[in-house]
């Protein structure tokens, strides 16, 4: 049984450089979800997916990030103009939409630093 | 809106001592999940259980055990005979079960306690 995958594990870059992250739910889930985890805080909802529809953006979100889901398969969070506070873990999650809808598998995280 | 309170930032303890991490929760439905997840510092989510608010009876796991109590809306976590491997930050976590076209498909989560276990 494959997890939810997430690329790169680790990603350093410079301020104001665009960044993108990848997030492979488990094959058979339609809801995937991004989240932000900032240095001594819990995980923040970014925004959510049921299949290729964004269903919500949380305020978090700001217009420098985008995030895809194009074939209702695959993710992709992308951050544009990185900023020093955009340096945090991002978290993808992955869900079935029945009554295990809340049941979020989470990959491993994409942890950002930027410099 | 819901909110998770983990009320203890940092906990220290020595191996082989008992150690309850305290979570409180703020939500005006009647029936939702909670949660507890370990996160070691190597940073991925470690799922560890879910309870339903409609389940108060509380659960042993091996060293591990959870104090569900609705009157108080508390879900407290004990680790019994603290390992050094039990370091990390345990996050409690609460979502709502249903779609109303609301924020009731995301989970709350609390800020963690990071457990120090001492050898």
């Known amino acids: 049984d494959t997890g939810v995958s997430q690329d790169p594990r680790h990603k350093i870059t410079k301020r104001g450089q665009n960044v993108t992250f990848r997030c492979d739910p488990i094959?058979?889930?339609?809801?995937l979800y991004w989240y932000r985890q900032t240095l001594g805080q819990g995980p923040e909802f970014l925004t959510y997916?049921?299949?290729?529809?964004?269903?919500?953006k949380s305020r978090l979100l700001s217009d420098r990030f985008s995030a895809e889901r194009p074939k209702g398969s695959f993710s992709t969070l992308e951050i544009q103009r990185t900023e020093q506070g955009d340096s945090a873990m991002y978290l993808c999650?992955?869900?079935?939409?029945?009554?295990?809808?809340?049941?979020?598998?989470f990959g491993d995280g994409t942890r950002l630093s930027i410099l | 809106a819901q909110k998770v309170t983990q009320a203890q930032t940092e906990i220290s303890v020595v191996e082989k001592e008992d150690v309850t991490l305290d979570c409180v929760y703020e939500?005006?439905?009647?029936?939702?999940?909670l949660f507890w997840y370990k996160q070691p510092p190597s940073g991925e989510l470690v799922f560890l259980i879910r309870?339903?608010?409609?389940?108060?009876q509380n659960e042993i796991s091996g060293r591990y055990s959870w104090n569900f109590q609705k009157s108080t809306s508390s879900f407290n976590f004990t680790i019994t005979a603290s390992q050094v491997v039990d370091s990390a930050v345990y996050f409690c976590?609460?979502?709502?079960?249903?779609?109303?076209?609301?924020?009731?498909?995301?989970?709350?989560f609390g800020k963690g306690t990071l457990l120090t276990v001492n050898p």
């Open positions: 939500t005006r439905d009647t029936t939702y999940y």
């Open positions: 999650a992955s869900s079935l939409e029945n009554g295990q809808a809340r049941f979020q598998h």
């Open positions: 997916f049921q299949n290729e529809a964004q269903l919500e």
């Open positions: 309870r339903n608010s409609f389940d108060e």
């Open positions: 976590a609460l979502i709502l079960p249903w779609d109303s076209g609301g924020s009731n498909y995301k989970l709350t």
């Open positions: 094959s058979e889930h339609n809801r």
